[in-house]
């Protein structure tokens, strides 16, 4: 039978821990910011990955500013429906602003604005750069995390692990 961490950090906590691994942070200096072991930590961020608490969530996306956790986006593709939990009071720092209940349309507005316009020139090339066949704002964020000039958000993209 597996041991269970007897650790469990907050999602806020989880988000952090994964957007210092993706700054290139090692294991064992986010244990050492965490005060805990590194095992620990590789147990957390495994539990992250694995979101079956909600059957047909294939994909749970951070908004993060900065290293801050501002909301998460729990996707359901099969039945187009999204979940969200809003981690801040600063409203322009939220995924979706002040809609708390987002539908499909909201959710692909939201990607949309994460990435750049369809309709901008050399897009074409811009896809090709990135390795895409085609223009789709889920493709393109996953590629270029949603970063945006002059902000400091951006997604963690986690799929959901067997």
């Not at 805990?36 to 957390?44: A, N, R």
């Not at 290293?67 to 979940?83: G, W």
């Not at 090709?128 to 789709?136: I, S, T, V, W």
Request: aromatic share 12%; glycine share 4%; proline share 4%.
């Amino acid at each position: 039978m597996e041991k269970k961490s007897e650790y469990t950090f907050t999602e806020p906590q989880l988000a952090h821990i994964m957007a210092l691994q993706q700054q290139g942070k090692s294991l064992s200096e986010i244990a050492e910011e965490y005060q805990v072991s590194g095992q620990v930590i590789c147990e957390e961020i495994k539990r992250a990955r694995h979101f079956n608490e909600i059957p047909d969530v294939a994909m749970r996306i951070y908004f993060m500013n900065r290293e801050e956790l501002c909301t998460a986006i729990d996707i359901d593709f099969r039945h187009e429906r999204v979940k969200i939990r809003n981690y801040t009071d600063q409203i322009p720092l939220r995924a979706f602003g002040v809609v708390t209940e987002p539908d499909w349309k909201d959710f692909e507005y939201f990607l949309e604005e994460r990435c750049f316009p369809k309709t901008r020139d050399h897009a074409k090339e811009i896809l090709k750069e990135l390795g895409l066949p085609f223009y789709d704002p889920l493709l393109i964020v996953e590629k270029t995390k949603g970063y945006m000039a002059g902000d400091q958000q951006w997604l963690l993209i986690l799929k959901k692990e067997a």
